[in-house]
């Protein structure tokens, strides 16, 4: 009875059973707002199409629609402007992801986008919810081929581990909860009329008065939006407090996966390394540049050389941790030396999450990414990865 007495108050179990009870409140407000939605359009359809006779009631009728049309669900779609890849344009490249997701016990992942950003996101995409993979180039060519197995499991481990936030309840009410709040948002009226008139001009007072007609409306709107702006923003505020501590436990346990998957040396240096991403972002922002500048009449080569010289860039950046044998596993979660404070090394990130995978015991590598499968890889990445290099010289823009 004791130890029975002592493990109800272990702090991991209370941990556990109280997000628990948090994503349970999370998924019923979240159900919530999809119903509220729902009963936005039926209740104006119903006053549409009963009270036609009248003239009010069909104009409530509309207006419950467009909110409705406006608090919708938005399920994300991949961008039409990256360059987007499938099982038969890259076979090697899913055949890394599916022996990933199968070590984590998730569904595959579906399409595969090259972006310009220093990160990798698994999202679900479209009312079928395909599983797009987001492969942001400058962290493909920093990282080491273990480095990326480990970031591409720890965002499979997401989903392994149950991140409610990516789900479809939680996900698309938290997008509906956006809209609604792009929609109530307060418009401000500005500190001038936008219209600079002479008094003595024709028609500057006319001009005067419709402006000062608008500001009216627009103080009028914003008191009219203000009750439901304030719901709408506290229910998305609520919403987004209940799933903070799961957020949380997701990342914890994410980074296991990863650490199973790919060993925890891996993982450590991934988290690490993530520090290098301003440092690689301002190098893909001066190639293009410079290539946009000065590479006149050499295009082609620029963009075939383009994420080569931001891998070399990335091999000389002090303070890259990597996960070779010669680099041991740091214990330490702290800030860089005294006497190294002020350079370009930025603090230890995320050091709760590095903290405790220091505690927990090394795991060796269960998928490795080996250098002929690498080769291959980078292959099936070259072509798009040029069309990406281009966009980028282009607009000068990661994003």
């Known amino acids: 009875m004791r130890e029975l007495a002592v493990s109800s108050r272990d702090?991991?179990?209370?941990?556990?059973?109280?997000?628990?009870?948090?994503?349970a409140a999370a998924c019923g407000l979240a159900a919530l707002v999809h119903v509220g939605t729902a009963g936005l359009?039926?209740?104006?359809?119903?006053?549409?199409?009963?009270?036609?006779?009248?003239?009010?009631?069909?104009?409530?009728?509309?207006?419950?629609?467009?909110?409705?049309?406006?608090?919708?669900?938005?399920?994300?779609?991949?961008?039409?402007?990256?360059?987007?890849l499938t099982r038969d344009d890259a076979p090697s490249l899913f055949a890394l992801l599916d022996s990933i997701?199968?070590?984590?016990?998730?569904?595959?992942?579906?399409?595969?986008?090259?972006?310009?950003?220093?990160?990798?996101?698994?999202?679900?995409?479209?009312?079928?919810?395909?599983?797009?993979?987001?492969l942001g180039l400058p962290?493909?060519?920093?990282?080491?081929?273990?480095?990326?197995?480990?970031?591409v499991a720890h965002e499979v481990g997401h989903f392994a581990a149950g991140d409610i936030r990516r789900g479809s309840l939680v996900g698309t009410a938290l997008s509906s909860l956006a809209g609604g709040a792009d929609l109530t948002q307060s418009r401000p009226e500005g500190?001038?009329?936008?219209?600079?008139?002479?008094?003595?001009?024709?028609?500057?007072?006319?001009?005067?008065?419709?402006?000062?007609?608008?500001?009216?409306?627009?103080?009028?709107?914003?008191?009219?939006?203000?009750?439901?702006?304030?719901?709408?923003?506290g229910t998305a505020r609520l919403l987004t407090r209940l799933t903070r501590s799961g957020s949380l436990h997701v990342e914890f346990r994410a980074d296991e996966v990863a650490a199973r998957i790919a060993s925890t040396r891996a993982m450590d240096s991934v988290l690490r390394d993530r520090r290098l991403a301003d440092a690689v972002g301002f190098e893909v922002h001066r190639l293009a540049v410079s290539a946009r500048t000065?590479?006149?009449?050499?295009?082609?080569?620029?963009?075939?050389?383009?994420?080569?010289?931001?891998?070399?860039?990335?091999?000389?950046?002090?303070?890259?941790?990597?996960?070779?044998?010669?680099?041991?596993l740091h214990t330490d979660a702290g800030p860089p030396p005294a006497h190294r404070r002020g350079e370009d090394c930025a603090p230890v990130p995320e050091p709760r999450r590095l903290a405790r995978l220091s505690r927990t015991e090394a795991q060796p590598a269960t998928i490795t990414l080996d250098p002929r499968l690498a080769e291959t890889i980078a292959e099936e990445l070259s072509a798009p990865g040029r069309l990406l290099a281009r966009k980028i010289i282009r607009d000068c823009v990661t994003t």
């Open 139 to 151: 962290l493909w060519q920093t990282f080491t081929p273990q480095q990326r197995v480990a970031a």
């Open 294 to 328: 000065f590479g006149h009449g050499k295009a082609a080569s620029t963009e075939r050389e383009f994420w080569d010289r931001v891998a070399v860039h990335a091999r000389v950046l002090p303070h890259r941790t990597g996960d070779g044998p010669e680099s041991p």
């Open 41 to 84: 359009l039926i209740g104006g359809l119903l006053l549409v199409v009963l009270g036609w006779s009248t003239v009010v009631q069909p104009l409530i009728g509309l207006l419950m629609i467009g909110l409705a049309v406006q608090v919708r669900p938005r399920f994300s779609r991949p961008r039409p402007d990256l360059p987007t």
């Open 11 to 23: 702090p991991e179990t209370v941990g556990f059973r109280r997000i628990g009870w948090s994503a």
């Open 191 to 233: 500190t001038h009329s936008g219209v600079a008139l002479s008094p003595t001009s024709r028609y500057a007072d006319e001009a005067t008065t419709a402006v000062n007609r608008f500001k009216a409306r627009g103080r009028t709107n914003n008191w009219i939006m203000w009750l439901p702006g304030l719901l709408v923003r």
């Open 101 to 134: 997701a199968d070590a984590a016990r998730v569904r595959h992942i579906d399409i595969v986008q090259l972006s310009g950003n220093f990160a990798v996101r698994l999202s679900l995409t479209g009312v079928r919810r395909r599983r797009c993979l987001e």
